[in-house]
Nanobody
């Protein structure tokens, strides 16, 4: 059974940091693009960061480039999102998701497996 378990959200002050984890079971992350998406209240879901460890590729949405870092631990079959210099506009529910592709992809319809969301609130 494919499962993605997201964790690590919470309340953080502007300028602060938080690390999200996505523990994957049921498939090897080597064979998938794993991504973090987010959905803020009243807004559409958007892709934030993507990684394909088998392809050795990463991709970031322009608004988080230089602040967020996506990484993977293949031994633990887990993907992380380190978020630094957080801004109030980063407040959202963050979801991890996986697409079975040979190469990194940002095409949301290809993401068939989703974890539950974890809330990140950036506020003073």
């Amino acid at each position: 059974e494919v499962q993605l378990q997201a964790s690590g959200g919470g309340l953080v002050q502007p300028g602060g940091s938080v690390r999200l984890s996505c523990a994957v079971s049921g498939f090897s992350i080597d064979d998938y693009t794993v991504a973090w998406f987010r959905q803020a209240p009243g807004k559409e879901r958007e892709g934030v960061s993507y990684i394909h460890s088998g392809d050795d590729g990463t991709y970031y949405q322009y608004s988080v480039k230089g602040r967020f870092t996506i990484s993977s631990d293949n031994a633990k079959n887990t993907v992380y999102l380190q978020m630094n210099d957080l801004k109030p506009e980063d407040t959202a529910v963050y979801y991890c998701a996986a697409a079975e592709t040979y190469y990194i992809t940002t095409a949301q319809p290809l993401y068939k497996h989703w974890g539950q969301g974890t809330m990140v609130t950036v506020s003073s």
